[in-house]
Structures are given as structure tokens and as C-alpha cells.
């Protein structure tokens, strides 16, 4: 099992650009979440996905972000355009029905 | 909406020692999960321990064990015979319910640093 693969590691990018952030769950989770982590804020959830389809995006921020699933094995989480204040790791978690989050390592976003 | 309250932002132990980081949580909902989730400076975020709202018995995880109170809506973490390993910042995580659109909710996190 290789765990949730979340690419890339990390981002540096300019304000302005879009940033495409990329998952591949776990085989056989059902579930998937993006979350932010931030000093200021803590781990926030952005999004989460049960069998593909988006079941809560209130926590998306504003419509710069966006997020697709659009198979049980992959997901992306976009920025278009980006800004200083979307510096983050963003983490991509999945999990089977009733069981605890698997986390990727996070992707470190930084724009400047 | 739940909330998860940790209010202790940092804390140190000696190596060896025994310490405790509290949570607290506020709901309404009598069937759900509570985690710690343990994050090192690698920033990857490790399932420490979980409790089912359900079960009376306190989980364990080897030196890793949980005081539920449920009735107070409390979940703290205590860590026996710390190690320098052990360092890393702790989050108290809440989760209703066993479906599968259930999300998890974390608290703000408590950095924990042990000492020699």
C-alpha cells in the first residue's frame, strides 16, 4: 500500500499563475479530502469527494479555487490565479467508510 | 457545528515523563469518533489513537492512551515514558457519525516538545 501520493512536493509560483495540485487516494477509499494548513489557521477543510462526487465545498475559499475528481483514483485541487495569501501546505486525506483519514504528505505551496 | 478546542498551544516533558494534552469539543450528535493526530516536523500527519463515542473503555496504543469523558465532552491525550520522538505537534480531531460523507473537524493543534 502506498499510501496517498500527493505531487507535487513542493510549489513555488508567482502571483497570478495557476497551481494545480495533484492526488491519487488510496485503492479502495471511497472518500476524499482536501484540506489547508496555515499557521494562522489551522487545518482547514477545503473539500471532500464520496464516490467521486463533491458532497461539501463551503470551505473552498473563494472561486479561484476549484477541485475535481473525476475518477475513484485521482483528484486535483486548482488555484487560477494564485495569490501570496494561498501559501499553504494543502493536504489530500482519503479513507473507507467509518474508518480514520490516511493523509498524503501535503504539497507546500508558496507564492510571491 | 462541532467545534474542538485545544488550549494548550505548546508544552515540553522530559524525557520519561508522563504528560497529558486536553481537548475539548462541543456537539450535539450522540454517535461519533475522536482521533489525535500526531504531526513531526517531516509534517506527514500520523493517526495516534482513536475512541468510539459509543465505547466506555478508554483506548491504547502502546505508550499512547486516552481519558474520554464524555458527559464533559473531554478527550485528552497522555503519553507515558516520552521520547525524544515523540516531538511533534498533536491534534484532537472529531468525526460524526460512521457515514462515509462524515468529515473530520481538528482542533488547533498543541506542540509538544520533549527534553532530555
Known amino acids: 500500500d502506498a499510501g496517498v501520493i500527493q505531487s507535487p512536493r513542493h510549489e513555488v509560483t508567482e502571483m497570478g499563475q495557476e497551481v494545480t495540485l495533484r492526488c491519487k487516494p488510496i485503492s479502495g477509499h471511497n472518500s476524499l479530502f482536501w484540506y489547508r494548513q496555515t499557521m494562522m489557521r489551522g487545518l482547514e477543510l477545503l473539500i471532500y469527494f464520496n464516490n467521486n462526487v463533491p458532497i461539501d465545498d463551503s470551505g473552498m475559499p473563494e472561486d479561484r479555487f476549484s477541485a475535481k475528481m473525476p475518477n475513484a483514483s485521482f483528484s486535483t485541487l486548482k488555484i487560477q490565479p494564485s495569490e501570496p495569501r494561498d501559501s499553504a501546505v494543502y493536504f489530500c486525506?482519503?479513507?473507507?467508510?467509518?474508518?480514520?483519514?490516511?493523509f498524503g504528505n501535503g504539497t507546500r505551496l508558496t507564492v510571491t | 457545528a462541532q467545534t474542538v478546542t485545544q488550549s494548550q498551544p505548546e508544552m515540553s516533558v522530559q524525557e520519561a515523563e508522563t504528560v497529558t494534552l486536553s481537548c475539548t469539543y462541543d456537539t450535539s450528535e450522540s454517535n461519533y469518533y475522536l482521533f489525535w493526530y500526531k504531526q513531526p516536523p517531516s509534517r506527514q500527519m500520523i493517526l495516534v489513537i482513536r475512541q468510539e463515542a459509543y465505547k466506555q473503555q478508554n483506548a491504547t496504543e502502546n505508550r499512547f492512551s486516552v481519558n474520554f469523558q464524555k458527559a464533559a465532552k473531554s478527550f485528552s491525550l497522555k503519553i507515558s515514558d516520552s521520547q525524544l520522538g515523540d516531538t511533534a505537534m498533536y491534534f484532537c480531531?472529531?468525526?460524526?457519525?460512521?457515514?462515509?460523507?462524515?468529515?473530520?473537524?481538528f482542533g488547533t493543534g498543541t506542540r509538544l516538545q520533549v527534553t532530555l
Open positions: 486525506a482519503s479513507r473507507p467508510a467509518g474508518s480514520p483519514l490516511h
Open positions: 480531531a472529531f468525526m460524526k457519525g460512521t457515514g462515509t460523507a462524515s468529515k473530520l473537524t
